[in-house]
């Protein structure tokens, strides 16, 4: 049986829920192209006004970081507590700035 | 009003953001490239005076801290320049700007540092201020800039607290400590009340990005609101006021402050601070002396894809 998915890209979908925010990962489809992405993505993601804006992003296309190299990717951060800004104490009068 | 141009003045009532791909007015657009490009570049001169004293800052941990503080505002030039080029305008377009002259950036860059307490009250001052202009404009109606503005001003905190926290060690510390934190507190105060911008009546571009929202508060304001806050700041630093005409005024609920020097502002802002000069330079300097390392990274990524070909093949 010749499985129709397997002939189609896959596509990330990421929705504006409204103007002003980020657009989110919201899950992913397969579909012949970008076009036709989006319109599946409207049928499936945005059935309930979910939705302003939709980006589809080729799955492929995508570069992203490895959890197992999340380590040495993030750990240098750690030592450098001074980035946050409850690291200073400040006396309480002026502490809300 | 065209059908576009209702749709959009909807949008803007509403508080709703415009985004990139939205109509909008080519007024609007302009304003937008102006104000964002100029907040970028500020962002990204601030980092010379502050990147000149990171080799001198007092101990390891002071030296860490600026390191840190530096790296964020070159990362928040490069938020600012991302929104800006949402707009249609080219980096290499808004570098050859402030390089010519044409784009400004704060003026209060142009003012020198001259000691240790210089760079702990431009974190206290500086940043506060950029902090009160900030808040206001995460609720800009540009998509972008809003959202830029929000993540700025989450990462900016920081740099208040760490200026404040360093006046205030100098503050309590031996009385020449102390002359030298007065001192930079007297030279900034007033150069810091200006990065709010001229009167909102001599503010040629205040008007239109009021009613369009790109600006929420007017100039004048968020001045006071800086200088209000700053009064409680200053006392438990165990400083004097260098407004000595400060008041509170229990009918305004604000207090009462001297008037700016507006010539020295206008002069400042058309070129004729202490640093005008040496700032554009320095940028000029740095961006052709890095000609070398944007030329080996394009001949390092054409060598990439040259092997890629070659393994298709």
Same mark, same amino acid.
């Given at each position: 049986?010749?499985?129709?998915?397997?002939?189609?890209?896959?596509?990330? &979908?990421?929705?504006?829920?409204?103007?002003?925010?980020?657009?989110?990962?919201?899950?992913?489809?397969?579909?012949?192209?970008?076009?036709?992405?989006?319109?599946?993505?409207?049928?499936?993601?945005?059935?309930?006004?979910?939705?302003?804006?939709?980006? &589809?992003?080729?799955?492929?296309?995508?570069?992203?970081?490895?959890?197992?190299?999340?380590?040495?990717?993030?750990?240098?951060?750690?030592?450098?507590?001074?980035?946050?800004?409850?690291?200073?104490?400040?006396?309480?009068?002026?502490?809300?700035? | 009003?065209?059908?576009?141009?209702?749709?959009?003045?909807?949008?803007?009532?509403?508080?709703?953001?415009?985004?990139?791909?939205?109509?909008?007015?080519?007024?609007?657009?302009?304003?937008?490239?102006?104000?964002?490009?100029?907040?970028?570049?500020?962002?990204?001169?601030?980092?010379?005076?502050?990147?000149?004293?990171?080799?001198?800052?007092?101990?390891?941990?002071?030296?860490?801290?600026?390191?840190?503080?530096?790296?964020?505002?070159?990362?928040?030039?490069?938020?600012?320049?991302?929104?800006?080029?949402?707009?249609?305008?080219?980096?290499?377009?808004?570098?050859?700007?402030?390089?010519?002259?044409?784009?400004?950036?704060?003026?209060?860059?142009?003012?020198?540092?001259?000691?240790?307490?210089?760079?702990?009250?431009?974190?206290?001052?500086?940043?506060?201020?950029?902090?009160?202009?900030?808040?206001?404009?995460?609720?800009?109606?540009?998509?972008?800039?809003?959202?830029?503005?929000?993540?700025?001003?989450?990462?900016?905190?920081?740099?208040?607290?760490?200026?404040?926290? +360093?006046?205030?060690?100098?503050?309590?510390?031996?009385?020449?400590?102390?002359?030298? +934190?007065?001192?930079?507190?007297?030279?900034?105060?007033?150069?810091?009340?200006?990065?709010?911008?001229?009167?909102?009546?001599?503010?040629?571009?205040?008007?239109?990005?009021?009613?369009?929202?790109?600006?929420?508060?007017?100039?004048?304001?968020?001045?006071?609101?800086?200088?209000?806050?700053?009064?409680?700041?200053?006392?438990?630093?165990?400083?004097?006021?260098?407004?000595?005409?400060?008041?509170?005024?229990?009918?305004?609920?604000?207090?009462?402050?001297?008037?700016?020097?507006?010539?020295?502002?206008?002069?400042?802002?058309?070129?004729?601070?202490?640093?005008?000069?040496?700032?554009?330079?320095?940028?000029?300097? +740095?961006?052709?002396?890095?000609?070398?390392?944007?030329?080996?990274?394009?001949?390092?990524?054409?060598?990439?894809?040259?092997?890629?070909?070659?393994?298709?093949?």
């Amino acid at each position: 049986m010749s499985v129709i998915t397997e002939k189609l890209e896959l596509f990330e &979908v990421f929705i504006r829920s409204k103007r002003g925010l980020d657009h989110k990962h919201v899950g992913s489809l397969h579909a012949e192209d970008h076009e036709q992405a989006l319109e599946y993505a409207r049928d499936c993601y945005t059935r309930r006004s979910e939705g302003v804006s939709i980006w &589809v992003v080729k799955s492929s296309d995508i570069c992203a970081s490895q959890e197992d190299d999340a380590d040495s990717f993030y750990d240098p951060n750690d030592d450098k507590p001074y980035r946050h800004a409850t690291y200073y104490v400040l006396p309480d009068p002026v502490n809300n700035m | 009003m065209t059908p576009e141009e209702q749709n959009f003045m909807r949008k803007i009532e509403a508080e709703e953001k415009i985004e990139p791909k939205d109509w909008m007015p080519e007024q609007y657009r302009k304003n937008l490239i102006r104000q964002i490009s100029q907040h970028a570049h500020s962002e990204v001169i601030g980092m010379q005076p502050e990147g000149n004293y990171i080799t001198r800052a007092p101990s390891l941990r002071r030296k860490a801290v600026l390191i840190s503080k530096v790296q964020d505002e070159a990362g928040h030039g490069l938020y600012l320049y991302s929104a800006a080029e949402t707009l249609g305008i080219s980096r290499s377009e808004m570098i050859e700007q402030l390089q010519s002259g044409k784009a400004k950036y704060s003026s209060i860059f142009n003012y020198p540092v001259l000691t240790w307490a210089d760079v702990a009250a431009i974190g206290w001052l500086v940043d506060g201020a950029a902090i009160v202009n900030q808040v206001s404009l995460q609720r800009t109606s540009y998509g972008p800039y809003s959202r830029g503005m929000i993540r700025i001003c989450k990462e900016e905190s920081f740099h208040q607290r760490q200026g404040y926290e +360093a006046m205030l060690s100098l503050a309590k510390g031996s009385p020449e400590q102390k002359a030298m +934190a007065q001192d930079a507190l007297n030279r900034f105060y007033w150069p810091a009340l200006m990065m709010f911008g001229p009167h909102d009546s001599e503010s040629a571009h205040s008007q239109k990005s009021m009613e369009w929202k790109i600006k929420r508060e007017t100039n004048d304001d968020l001045r006071q609101k800086f200088v209000d806050q700053t009064v409680k700041q200053i006392e438990v630093l165990g400083l004097d006021h260098p407004d000595k005409a400060i008041k509170w005024n229990e009918e305004r609920g604000h207090y009462d402050s001297s008037d700016l020097n507006w010539d020295e502002f206008w002069s400042v802002i058309n070129g004729n601070g202490h640093c005008n000069r040496q700032r554009v330079e320095h940028h000029i300097a +740095a961006h052709d002396e890095g000609e070398w390392v944007r030329d080996a990274i394009t001949a390092y990524n054409e060598k990439k894809r040259a092997k890629k070909a070659q393994q298709a093949a």
